[in-house]
């Protein structure tokens, strides 16, 4: 079975531009979740979604930062416009709830470069 | 609130010996699971063992264990017989299971450093 799939697995590009991470969760899962990964503040969770509604975007930076997921089977995390201080690995997570241990499932990280 | 807390910054072990990650964690779920996950150079987020706020056994997974001390709220992983590949950044986490605390939040992780 495919995991967690993220696009792309690197993106470079100038300060102002706006970045489009995508995600594809696993087949059957309703949770997705969407986290960002810097030395300074380690893993943080920036949204998550619970059958395709956001639950909780607390941890999303400010309105730059903005996610969809439009059906169970995709994602996206766009950030409008980029600066330096986003550059970061952008992790996409799925999982099971309910009676379920709630593991989540990670894609391979998008690892963001603002310049 | 939840909150995980992991002490130690960086942790060696010699390879063949068991090494203690310490966990622990804030939360006023009655119901919530613990989960550690190891992060290799290569980035990948890898589960490892999951630890359920009501199971009265720890947890175990081949080398893996999880010491649940509810009471202390604390969920510490032993890693037996170390080896090289071991070497990699340990991750704690919890989730509630209530609406709105069933998000996966991490601590701050702990450098194994596994030597000959």
């Known amino acids: 079975d495919a995991g967690v799939i993220q696009s792309p697995r690197h993106e470079v590009t100038e300060m102002g531009q706006e970045v489009t991470l995508r995600c594809k969760p696993i087949?059957?899962?309703?949770?997705l979740f969407w986290y960002r990964q810097t030395m300074m503040r380690g893993l943080e969770l920036l949204i998550y979604f619970n059958n395709n509604v956001p639950i909780d975007d607390s941890g999303m930076p400010e309105d730059r930062f903005s996610a969809k997921m439009p059906n169970a089977s995709f994602s996206t995390l766009k950030i409008q416009p980029s600066e330096p201080r986003d550059s970061a690995v952008y992790f996409c997570?799925?999982?099971?709830?309910?009676?379920?241990?709630?593991?989540?499932?990670f894609g391979e990280g998008s690892r963001l470069t603002v310049l | 609130a939840q909150k995980i807390t992991q002490t130690q910054p960086g942790m060696f072990v010699q390879e063949k010996e068991a090494v203690t990650l310490d966990c622990t964690y804030d939360?006023?779920?009655?119901?919530?699971?613990l989960f550690w996950y190891k992060q290799p150079s290569s980035g990948e987020m890898i589960f490892l063992i999951y630890?359920?706020?009501?199971?009265?056994q720890n947890a175990t997974e081949g080398r893996y264990s999880l010491n649940f001390q509810k009471a202390r709220k604390s969920a510490n992983l032993v890693i037996s017989a170390s080896q090289l590949g071991d070497s990699a950044m340990y991750f704690c986490a919890m989730r509630g299971f209530l609406y709105n605390t069933d998000k996966l939040i991490f601590g701050t992780g702990t450098r194994l450093q596994v030597f000959p």
């Open positions: 630890q359920g706020s009501y199971d009265e």
């Open positions: 939360t006023s779920d009655q119901s919530y699971g």
């Open positions: 997570a799925s999982s099971l709830g309910g009676e379920n241990t709630g593991e989540l499932f």
């Open positions: 087949s059957g899962h309703d949770y």
